[in-house]
């Protein structure tokens, strides 16, 4: 079962929604037109729709043609980031500063896309919940609409997320059981020495010497103190410190990320950074301190659902086309919170090859969404609720 005909008849209309979204990017917890737009199209669809949960999130809900007590929930992130758009499409973005570098103006519609046919045919029993999340880019969005109620106010038996792959052909997905994205850590290491002039360093204390030693001390958590069969990445992304050149400053402050998939990896890495720190402060006589926080948990796709949207997914693409067991990835997603509460799956879509259709990796200012995509995407999401919720 290749794409849904009726769904393939959509893609003119999806693809003038994906781009109209691409036009109007929003960053986190401030989608107010991505969300109105969201919402109308849900409603002329004759779905009912529940919004402003997370502030700018919504959940439309659609009953099947019989009530038999379950319910699925399908999820879909629409937000932006902070980055100036480069792509020169016609439908690049009018708002300075902030783009669809994820392809998140693509999820949004690949479920608007099934949320619509779905309407139209209803070949499900029981109830599907389309989630339509903020905030996915650093903020945790999932887990303030864990707090605010998701899953009370829409129980549901499971959840499942897609995002999009550059350099995985459309057409294709890939997934795999257990841990496949790792846990998201952010940590600011401020050093507080003492200024001096810079031709006189003796009379001081210098923190641009001890960040420089703490940088590379941090590297060994990896290569020397974590077990080589674990995964951790540990990197420095910021260094900020100083003002002009012959003043040694009083103040630096260095700021990165760690990514892993165990919590005991975390704690050990956690441990290890702020011994370090210490130690190599008090070896130079300054003072430090270290802000160590937990952004998002490790993502873990249940092996059952990861098997029902496997058996799915080779349906619509052919079984030659679904990798299941990809390697896991360095990157997070705060769909983990989701995990945490409810069983489902994190799968990924091919969105091109590198190079085609103007495509690049994520989060690079080049990057766009193919629209060929779309009705895959639609197409997936509705034979899996069709599964998942089955009629009779």
């Known amino acids: 079962m290749p794409i849904i005909n009726r769904i393939a008849e959509f893609q003119s209309e999806l693809t003038a929604w994906r781009r109209e979204l691409h036009r109007h990017p929003e960053t986190?917890?401030?989608?107010?037109?991505?969300?109105?737009?969201?919402?109308?199209?849900?409603?002329?669809?004759?779905?009912?729709?529940?919004?402003?949960?997370?502030?700018?999130?919504?959940?439309?809900?659609?009953?099947?043609?019989?009530?038999?007590?379950?319910a699925i929930g399908l999820r879909a992130d629409m937000d932006a980031l902070d980055i100036t758009e480069a792509t020169g499409v016609p439908y690049a973005s009018e708002r300075p500063g902030k783009m669809h570098a994820c392809g998140h103006d693509g999820h949004t519609v690949m479920l608007l896309g099934a949320a619509r046919y779905m309407a139209e045919t209803r070949n499900f029993d029981g109830t599907v919940y389309f989630v339509f999340q903020p905030a996915e880019e650093n903020e945790g969005g999932a887990r303030v609409m864990i707090e605010e109620g998701l899953f009370d106010r829409f129980p549901m038996d499971a959840v499942y997320g897609m995002h999009n792959r550059p350099g995985l052909p459309v057409g294709r997905m890939q997934m795999r059981e257990g841990p496949s994205m790792?846990?998201?850590?952010?940590?600011?290491?401020?050093?507080?020495?003492?200024?001096?002039?810079?031709?006189?360093?003796?009379?001081?204390?210098?923190?641009?010497?001890?960040?420089?030693?703490?940088?590379?001390?941090?590297?060994?958590?990896?290569s020397r103190q974590v077990d080589p069969i674990e995964s951790v990445v540990l990197s420095v992304t910021q260094v900020h410190g100083g003002d002009t050149w012959n003043v040694i400053p009083p103040r630096v402050v260095l700021r990165g990320t760690v990514r892993c998939f165990k919590p005991e990896v975390q704690d050990q890495?956690?441990?290890?950074?702020?011994?370090?720190?210490?130690?190599?402060?008090?070896?130079?006589?300054?003072?430090?301190?270290?802000?160590?926080?937990?952004?998002?948990?490790?993502?873990?796709?249940?092996?059952a659902h990861i098997a029902l949207c496997a058996e799915v997914a080779s349906e619509v693409c052919g079984a030659d086309n679904v990798t299941v067991g990809s390697p896991p990835g360095m990157g997070s997603e705060d769909f983990a919170f989701m995990l945490q509460e409810k069983p489902g799956a994190y799968v990924n879509i091919g969105n091109g090859a590198l190079g085609q259709h103007g495509g690049t990796v994520v989060h690079n200012p080049g990057y766009d969404f193919n629209d060929e995509a779309l009705t895959w995407g639609a197409t997936f999401w509705t034979r899996l609720a069709e599964k998942a919720l089955p009629r009779g």
């Not at 919402?39 to 038999?68: M, P, W, Y």
């Not at 006189?200 to 001390?217: K, Y």
């Not at 301190?289 to 092996?303: A, G, I």
């Open 182 to 222: 790792a846990g998201f850590d952010i940590f600011e290491i401020t050093i507080d020495g003492y200024g001096t002039h810079a031709a006189r360093p003796h009379q001081g204390i210098d923190p641009v010497v001890v960040q420089a030693q703490i940088v590379m001390a941090l590297q060994t958590i990896a």
């Open 28 to 70: 986190a917890f401030e989608e107010e037109w991505t969300s109105a737009f969201v919402a109308e199209k849900l409603e002329s669809f004759g779905l009912e729709v529940h919004r402003n949960i997370a502030k700018t999130g919504l959940v439309a809900v659609l009953r099947g043609q019989t009530d038999n007590g379950r």
């Open 269 to 303: 890495t956690e441990a290890s950074m702020r011994r370090i720190c210490a130690n190599i402060a008090a070896a130079y006589d300054a003072r430090v301190e270290v802000r160590y926080e937990r952004r998002y948990p490790p993502l873990s796709n249940d092996p």
